[in-house]
């Protein structure tokens, strides 16, 4: 019955090969988009910045809080909840 059914649905076979592609991009884009590395990277550069006085208290604290709502949205994906709203 398998080779039956393959040879039936082959006219479907480039619009599942379409969908494989897709779900591809999409899990290389969501582990792009979801990697902490570059984030902590910038909070790095950040607190470096904050030492060598390119940046004020203020903006070093405003960029900090964005950096690690952004670590709070990462982590949440990581763990399969909704993240945060």
Known sequence: M???T???TLPLAPVRG???VLERVLE???DEYYDPAPIHR???DLERRLVAGEIDEETFDRREDELLDRLDE???FR???PGPT
Do not use: M, R, S, T
């Open 2 to 4: 398998g080779l039956f």
């Open 6 to 8: 393959q040879l039936v």
């Open 18 to 20: 379409v969908g494989w």
């Open 28 to 30: 290389a884009a969501e």
């Open 42 to 44: 910038e909070l790095a």
């Open 74 to 76: 990462i982590q949440a």
């Open 79 to 81: 763990q399969g909840g």
